[in-house]
């Protein structure tokens, strides 16, 4: 079955500190694949998406992901972390197919603590 | 412009009560989805509306429907409420059907069930 699958479920880091968030995915085939941000109270905001192409994706608020197929994984990655960051990340696929009857699967999310 | 509107932003209703919920879509969006989050399910997809056609369904039970106006708000409606129903309802729309393009998210609907 499609899965998308986030093994962490809270991570912590330190302000000023590097993050990488991790994200793996079941698809028959290579999927299109998403990063969503939600902060407390909120709606999801898109961070970035994979579609084809280059492997090494940039998105807003200085997020990049890289697109490994060779491990199903699509990590999420910041240089250096931001208090503002705080929040719950999900990652997301769907079938990289044509049509309209794909839906978009998210999985459990891992929530960022930014420690002072 | 404006952004994804749901409304009521929160609500409490009791076992066996039904709820109706409203979205409207980004201006010029025709593509409406909903989604329930709970802290032990996470999101889960609902069902997609576009040009007032349902095209996606999630595996939810017939007590969750939904449908589109002509000017592609939304409207999604849980009946015999279950104390299992309390979640974050959220919305989303997007110009195209079948997530190819970016999904744009409301605040949600924050629905307790006593």
């Known amino acids: 079955a499609q899965s998308v699958t986030q093994p962490d479920i809270h991570i912590t880091v330190s302000e000023g500190a590097s993050l990488e968030l991790r994200c793996n995915y079941s698809?028959?085939?290579?999927?299109?694949l998403f990063w969503y941000v939600q902060s407390p109270g909120q709606g999801l905001q898109l961070l970035l998406k994979?579609?084809?192409?280059?492997?090494l994706v940039q998105g807003i608020k200085g997020f990049e992901a890289e697109f490994k197929r060779s491990q199903s994984s699509f990590n999420l990655r910041k240089p250096s972390v931001h208090w503002s960051d705080a929040a719950e990340y999900f990652c997301?696929?769907?079938?990289?197919?044509?049509?309209?009857?794909?839906?978009?699967?998210f999985g459990k999310g891992t929530l960022l603590t930014v420690n002072p | 412009k404006a952004g994804v509107t749901q409304t009521p932003r929160y609500l409490i209703k009791t076992r066996g009560q039904q709820v109706t919920l409203s979205c409207s879509p980004i201006s010029g969006h025709r593509s409406v989805s909903w989604y329930q989050q709970t802290p032990g399910q996470g999101l889960q997809f609902l069902f997609e509306?576009?040009?007032?056609?349902?095209?996606n369904k999630g595996n939810f039970p017939g007590r969750f429907s939904g449908r589109q106006f002509s000017n592609s708000r939304s409207e999604m409606n849980v009946s015999t409420l279950e104390l299992g129903d309390s979640a974050l309802y959220l919305c989303?729309?997007?110009?195209?059907?079948?997530?190819?393009?970016?999904?744009?998210f409301g605040e949600g609907s924050r629905l307790t069930v006593l």
């Open positions: 989303a729309s997007s110009f195209a059907t079948g997530f190819a393009g970016e999904l744009f």
């Open positions: 994979y579609f084809s192409g280059d492997t």
């Open positions: 997301a696929g769907r079938e990289n197919r044509g049509g309209s009857n794909y839906k978009l699967t």
């Open positions: 698809y028959g085939a290579t999927p299109y």
């Open positions: 509306y576009f040009s007032e056609t349902q095209r």
